[in-house]
């Protein structure tokens, strides 16, 4: 008698994340799970209770993966990282982002969760370290609401260059706008040189202040 082949838990949630980046969590079946992995539906069930479980288990997988994107060195800026690193997550996984962010209730819980890793990443930053925990945070809320729309649209496939490097142009540019208009607003402009000088670069002056320079 062939001895019987045995499946883990991280076997059983990785079929189930194909299933999910592909085709989103309503698609997911105790079935097809265990038709992707090769076998009967007991070694499914002998991992998770049923379905709702292994939903739960996709989207804390779905939100750690996000974290390790944004967690990624893209740029030497780790602010700017954050951003890029969502906005490369919505590329690859276009579904995923849909459901954590736009389709599923646990969204809100999610978005609460990304804020609170993210502001705590910002803190690392040296040029954001003139900045209170209140500025800090009006300046996430800002840039968050700009790169989540911007995800939304390159999950709609509407962005037509979604290259890395053009997200970075974006990004910094907006990031530009936004903590220099928080650094004038509360007085700290002059004890920020090194935003005065992110601000006349080259990606900034290209997008938006062309004629600043003749």
Sequence with gaps: MPKEIQFKREDILDAAFDIF????????????????????????YSCFSGIDEIREAL?????????R???????????????????????????VYRTI????????DMFRRFSETS?????????????SDEEIESILDKLTIYTHGLAAMICAGIVEDPSTESLIDRLRATGSDIIGATAFMTGKYD????????????????????????
């Design 21 to 44: 980046r592909r085709e989103g969590l309503n698609a997911l079946s105790v079935r097809r799970i265990a038709a992707l992995v090769g076998s009967s539906t007991a070694p499914v």
């Design 59 to 67: 989207m804390q997988e779905a939100f750690e993966r996000l974290i």
């Design 69 to 95: 994107y944004t967690e990624k060195t893209y740029t030497e800026d780790i602010f700017l990282n954050i951003g890029l690193g969502m906005l490369e997550f919505a590329k690859d996984y276009p579904v």
């Design 101 to 108: 962010f736009l389709e599923d209730a646990r969204g809100r």
């Design 119 to 131: 502001k705590i990443q910002m803190r690392k930053e040296p040029n954001l370290l003139i900045f």
């Design 191 to 214: 004890e920020y040189p090194e935003l005065f000088e992110m601000m006349k670069g080259e990606s900034h002056e290209k997008n938006h202040h062309p004629e600043r320079d003749t």
